[in-house]
Nanobody, 114 residues
C-alpha cells in the first residue's frame, strides 16, 4: 500500500479545502491520520479515522475539520472549513495497522493567508 496526498492550495481565512489521501493497493484495514507541520514547528496530529470509522481530532480543529473515508475509493478525506492562518503547513497522511509498517504520504501544502 502506498499513500498519495492531494488537495492542498492557497486560500483566504474562512475558506475551505478538502484534502484526499489515496491508499493505492487497498487500505480498508488501515487506520489513517492526518498530521501537519508548520515552518519551524514539530509535526502535529490533526485527525484520524480507524478502520471501523471511529474518528478523533486535535482540539484546535474540532468543529471545523471532518475526516471521512470511502473504502470503495480507497481514499480518506479531510474537509477543512473556516480555515485560519494557524492551519498553514504541510499536511501529511499516515496509515497504520497492527503488525505492519507505518506508512507516510508525501505531503500537500496548505497556505491560509489574506
Amino acid at each position: 500500500v502506498q499513500l498519495q496526498a492531494s488537495g492542498g492550495g492557497l486560500v483566504q481565512p474562512g475558506e475551505s479545502l478538502k484534502l484526499s489521501c489515496e491508499l493505492s493497493g487497498g487500505g480498508s484495514y488501515y487506520a489513517v491520520a492526518w498530521f501537519r507541520q508548520a515552518p519551524g514547528k514539530e509535526r502535529e496530529f490533526v485527525a484520524s479515522i480507524t478502520s471501523t470509522f471511529v474518528t478523533n481530532y486535535v482540539d484546535s480543529v474540532k468543529g471545523r475539520f471532518t475526516i471521512s473515508r470511502d473504502n470503495g475509493q480507497n481514499t480518506v478525506y479531510l474537509q477543512m472549513n473556516s480555515l485560519k492562518e494557524g492551519d498553514t503547513g504541510v499536511y501529511y497522511c499516515h496509515a497504520g495497522r497492527p503488525g505492519w509498517p507505518v506508512l507516510w504520504g508525501q505531503g500537500t501544502q496548505v497556505t491560509v493567508s489574506s
